[in-house]
C-alpha cells in the first residue's frame, strides 16, 4: 500500500491542495493500519490486541478520510469528468460507484471498534482488520484510477 501511494503522491501530489492533503491522510492512514497490524517496522514479539487508543484513531482517521473523499475530492473529480466528456464522466461515475462500496466496509468496522469494543468482540479484530486492508486496497486503486481519468485527460488536452 506504501509504495502505491509514493507512486500516487509522486504522480498527482502538487496538483491541487485538497489531493495533497487528502494523499498525506491516505499516508496516516496506512501507516496507522500498519501499526494496528503489528506489519514491519511495528512489528512485535509478543501479539497482543492494540490499545484502543490506537484503534480509535485509526478509525477516526479511517472517516475523515473517506469523508474527504466522498464530500471534497470525488465531486471536484465528477464535476471535471462533466466537462471532459460522456465517456470520461461515464469512467468516473462507475469508479465512483466501486469506490463508495468500499465505504461501508469502513463504517462498519468504525461501529465496531471505535469505542470501548467488548472483549467477545475484540476476538474478530484480526480478521476484520485483515479484511479491511484487503478492501482499503482496493479503494487506493479505484481512487488512483479516477484521478488517473481526469489527469490523462489534461495531459492529452
Known amino acids: ?7 500516487a503522491k509522486k ?21 496507522l493500519y500498519c501499526e494496528l497490524a503489528g506489519l ?8 497482543s490486541l492494540p490499545k484502543q487508543e490506537l484503534i480509535t484513531d485509526f478509525c477516526q482517521q479511517l472517516l475523515d478520510y473517506a469523508s474527504t473523499g466522498h464530500f471534497e475530492v470525488y465531486e471536484q473529480i465528477i464535476e471535471q469528468s462533466k466537462l471532459d466528456g460522456k465517456e470520461n ?9 466501486r469506490i463508495t462500496t468500499t ?17 467477545q ?11 479491511l ?8 486503486e479505484r481512487e488512483d484510477q479516477l484521478l488517473e ?9
Open 1 to 7: 500500500m506504501l509504495t502505491k501511494l509514493n507512486q
Open 40 to 47: 514491519p517496522p511495528y512489528h512485535q514479539e509478543k501479539r
Open 89 to 97: 464522466l461515464k469512467i468516473a461515475q462507475e469508479l465512483y460507484s
Open 11 to 31: 504522480e498527482w501530489g502538487g496538483t491541487l491542495t485538497v489531493l495533497d492533503n487528502w494523499l498525506a491522510a491516505r499516508q496516516k492512514l496506512v501507516i
Open 133 to 140: 486492508g484487503q478492501v482499503m486496497e482496493s479503494r487506493f
Open 121 to 131: 468482540t475484540l476476538l474478530s479484530f484480526d480478521q476484520d482488520l485483515s479484511e
Open 103 to 119: 465505504t461501508d466496509t469502513a463504517l462498519n468496522f468504525n461501529d465496531t471498534y471505535a469505542e470501548n469494543a467488548s472483549d
Open 149 to 157: 481519468v481526469v489527469h490523462l485527460h489534461h495531459t492529452l488536452a
